[in-house]
């Protein structure tokens, strides 16, 4: 809140202008002629002016203009009485121009008239009592927007079509009592206070309270809202004028949350002995008021109006005052607001230098963000006020980093050695934060390494790592990333392309995230498969992994016969399936690794590729090794070799326990007879006849099937000898139209030995003479069977 002036009196300012004996500022003269006649009959309750006319608003409903020696003007206005109000008139607004006027009625009117054209006329009906209305000050504009307050704020828009469209801008507490428009800010008052709208962000940039007088209500006394230029606002009402200024907020105010860009500030406040009616602004330093005084007369008579032309600011005495006692703040708003012989950045100099002694040294460098902007030379000098006091960190946030305003490379490296020296994190964070551009990196790399702390090693790592990228050297950010075993390695190596720096550094990658690694190393476009598997080699278990992935995603790799010795090693589950799977691979290489192992599953399997004698090798290892009497009569059945039948039943006869199990795996494979026939007299063989009656009822079934089959293929066979029997007997049709194919003469022909024809099933038709001796069984034309039907 600004500082409230002294209590300002006309008394006061009439002795001021006695004492000086100087011209008053301002001359009047009373209007008379036609106003004067209409004051005869009614009152005036509002009124507008402009350069070219008055306009005056009536207590009957009445709008009338005047011109400025009070004489009435023929207008659109005086012309119709379609545009006057039934009752009292509330508000006036001109348009920039003066052609149009907006008028608002407790009948609950609003007219918008053009003075000399009815082409953008319109009047809306509210129904209910309408206090204010304002037009678009945009003096290029044709009345295409204005604004009208009830309980709301309501803004008409004319579209294509010429039609109004409102837009509620914002609720109202209470009704709007009184608006200013001006460029894109909208100000108004309501019951408790004076708002500002900016049309741009749609939004209200907060609330000025207004203190309400003692038995009294703000609503009785009208609020009086001037636009000074584009970015001050005067604001007279009941006894108490305030001067606002919309500004832009500050980066530490914008940074606080989702706030709108401008702000209101009130930066003067005066307080007067008599209720105001109206100001203005007369200069830069100057207003202008009307007031009406608050004592009453002791005959009840109506006092006079008062006009105090002028309220000028003093702020030069005030200033070294305010100085002196240390209120360097309100020092610098009296300046800012209303100006002076002593220029703001001097009192703000000594205001950060006031603010240091007394070691505040965020609110010096808060200072120093608002008042310095972006001058490069004055940053400079108010930031070596901190190199002093070792208070770099303090203004380090505040400090200009655009190319707007960038200072000497060395004010940033003294915060950067400030911050490693005292707060290694907040080093890392301006690293982070800061444009590299700033500062020369390796300078600060190299102070990085003269301060190396093994207790900050993480923070000093990353910000090594940083450092290195924005210098181009990313082979030395990936060992930094490394040590610090932070993941971000491999998004800096996928930014940059950087797939030839990791040839060395592949081994600590897959130390430091196996799967994000596995992602570049197994695209062969990024980085070679031979260079990862040379890399590899001493590092047997992680070439199992990569060999492993790779055999996923390119299953005739060069490098899978490597695969056979590690799964051995690392996961003997996998390697029977690839075995199985693969065949880019040598076979007595395989077979020496599984033999060293004793894996005899794979031997099994191995061997059983290789066939012949190796076959029976195989059969000889699962019956002693394995001993698995159903995978040896799987493999014997794989196989289907007599040889190996003969072996496995051999094998087995002198057990009487497996016997049974042998005799139900053979069915279908060789004669259960020689597997009976092996078995001694006597000899006890457990199950025996429950596999002699399934091996029966097995052959019966398979001559059941065998007899169906060959009886359902008789069948098929007379069935179809007899169609093609019924076929070949069938007549053909022979038409007169046709020809013989080699005499080319109608094949049908009355009362000659040429009506004897020969016809093929192809559709081919001949004289039969014409074809004895020269065509026995095929048609000449396609070479078909003859298949004859004569006549």
Known sequence: MAKALPLISCDSWADSINEEDVEPKFKY???????????NADVITCSAVHLKFLIFGTFRGRVCIFDHQGNSVYSNLSASERYTHQVAVNNIDVDHKGE?????SDDGKVNITGLFSSDNNHSLSFGKCIKVVSLEPDSKAHIKRFVVGDDKLILYERNLLKKLKPV????????????????NFIAWASHIGVRVYDLNERCSLGLIKWEVPPQERLENFRCHLRWSNKNTLLIGWVDTIRVCVIRKRNSIEASTGNLPVYIVDPISTFQTTFYVCGLAPLSAKQLVVL??????????????????PLFKIELEPEVPALRKNDKFEEAMELISANGGNVPVLSVAKLYVNHLLALKKY??????????LGNDKVLWEEEVFKFVKCQQLRSVSAYLPT?????????????????????????????????????????????????NFRKHHANQLLESLALLYSYQGDFESALRMYLKLQNKDVFQLIRRYELYDVISKLIIPLIQLDRNCAFEILLDKKKIKTEIVVHHLEHKQEYLYWYLDSLLKKDPSNVFQKKLISLYAIFDRNKLLPFLKRSKDYDIQEALVICKQENFYPEIVYLLGCMGGVEAAEALNIIIHRIRDIEMAIEFCKEHDDNDLWNALINEFSNHPEIVTKVLDGIVDYFSPAVVVGKIKMGQNIPNLRQSLIKMLWHYNLQGEILSSAQQIQLNDYFEIHSEIVTTQRRGQQVSNEQMCSLCHRPVLMVGTHFNCITSFECGHVYHKPCIQGKLQKNCKECNLWNLTVEK
């Open 29 to 39: 003269h009373r209007l008379a002629n036609d106003l004067k006649y209409m004051l």
């Open 362 to 371: 965020d609110d010096a460098a808060k200072l120093c963000l608002r008042m």
């Open 291 to 308: 007031g009406f005084r608050k004592e009453k007369s002791s005959c009840f008579k109506a006092q006079r109006p008062v006009l105090c």
């Open 100 to 104: 149009y006027v907006a008028t608002c």
């Open 402 to 450: 655009s190319d707007e305003c960038k200072l000497d490379p060395h004010v940033y490296e003294m915060v950067l050695y400030e911050f490693l020296k005292f707060d290694v994190c907040g080093f890392l964070n301006l690293i982070k934060e800061w444009p590299s551009h700033l500062y020369d990196g390796l300078a600060v790399i190299n102070a990085i390494h003269d």
């Open 168 to 183: 509620e801008l914002c609720s109202v507490e209470g009704s709007v009592l009184s608006i200013c428009w001006h460029g």
